[in-house]
């Protein structure tokens, strides 16, 4: 995770420290890149805090990051995992126009959640950021995911996997909410795999290109195995 310890948002499931961020470090890239190739990685997931304090910095950040795998390790495939840059149209391009071969922007969970589980965050937003990214390279994967066990009904949550299928997104996440402490968002309930499986099925049905749906399911949960099943991986 790049960008610093301290996110500028305050999502009510998060771990993530809060507070104010020191200045973007731009030779960070470089390093994780360095990382990733001493580690000899195949597919690197690579994700931020937000910098609502410096949204092109940190778009830029990520594109440095994307660029500096390629350079040192050659054959590593890169997803980023970006905030939305509050929507700023410059700073998707700057990231999508970098060619990662995933582009996750997690939904996490149904509009009607959004004020308490993503606070600072717009439910359209994430769509569109979704949406625009296949505007600016209709080949880019695109790939979100969802948590459940926040409060949201069923039918919500298919609504919102209409939602991201309608906008083109390939790859869809569907995991357990599990509160990391008492200062966070409780969870209203544990769903069954029976219940998991219902939803995979519901959002292959929608067009999805792939699904992940069980409890322990994560945003990068299999996620080389997804860019397998998507074909975007160079890799065997
Ligand atoms: S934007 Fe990301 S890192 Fe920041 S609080 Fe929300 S989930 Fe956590």
Redesign the pocket.
């Known amino acids: ?1 790049m960008l610093g310890n301290a ?5 009510g ?4 420290p ?1 507070g104010r961020p020191d200045p973007i470090d731009f030779d960070e890239p470089r390093r994780v890149a360095e990382a990733v190739a001493i580690l000899e990685l195949k597919h690197a997931v690579i ?4 910098r609502d304090d410096d949204i092109l910095g940190g778009a830029r950040a990520f594109a440095l990051v994307i660029g500096e795998i390629r350079r040192q390790a050659p054959g590593c495939q890169v997803e980023v995992l970006i ?1 939305d840059f509050q929507g700023n149209e410059e700073a998707i391009r700057i990231v999508v126009e970098a060619q990662p071969e995933m582009l996750n922007h ?1 939904t ?1 969970s149904v509009p009607r959640l959004y004020r308490v589980v ?1 606070s ?2 717009r439910y359209q937003r994430t769509l569109r950021l979704l949406q625009y990214a296949k505007i600016v390279d209709p080949r880019m994967v695109t790939k979100s995911g969802v948590m459940v066990g926040l409060g949201e009904e069923m039918h919500e949550l298919l609504e919102v996997y209409r939602d991201l299928a309608g906008v083109g997104t390939d790859v869809l996440t569907i995991g357990q909410y599990l509160r990391p402490s008492k200062d966070h968002l409780p969870m209203t309930r544990y769903y069954t795999p029976e219940e998991f499986a219902f939803m995979r099925e519901e959002a292959l049905s929608m067009g999805f290109r792939h699904v992940e749906s069980g409890p322990l399911v994560r945003s990068s949960y299999h996620a080389h195995e997804q860019a397998v099943s998507t074909g975007v991986t160079l890799l065997t």
């Open positions: 995770m996110c500028t948002r305050r999502c499931f998060c771990a993530v809060k994700t931020s805090v937000n905030p997690n996490e993503r600072g965050a």
